[in-house]
């Protein structure tokens, strides 16, 4: 049975951090860590942070790219 917190909403086009973190599959805490450092983009709505949902895609591949030139290198 779902949950609300399961569900993930496709149309979405600013993510709340706990919403990305849950996309990324990593907590939030680390996922503020990712946006301080800069490795994930995030923009400010107010008083509110966002993460744009294709920064995500956009994180998820820089990853993999980084992982393809460490087995190319090894």
Request: proline share 4%.
């Amino acid at each position: 049975m779902s949950t609300a917190t399961d569900l993930i909403d496709p149309t979405l086009v600013l993510l709340t951090v706990e919403e990305a973190a849950r996309r990324l599959g990593i907590g939030r805490t680390l996922c503020f860590r990712l946006i301080g450092s800069g490795q994930l983009e995030s923009v400010p709505v107010g008083r509110l942070r966002r993460v744009p949902a294709d920064a995500v895609h956009d994180y998820v591949t820089k990853l993999r790219q980084a992982n393809k030139a460490a087995i190319t290198d090894a």
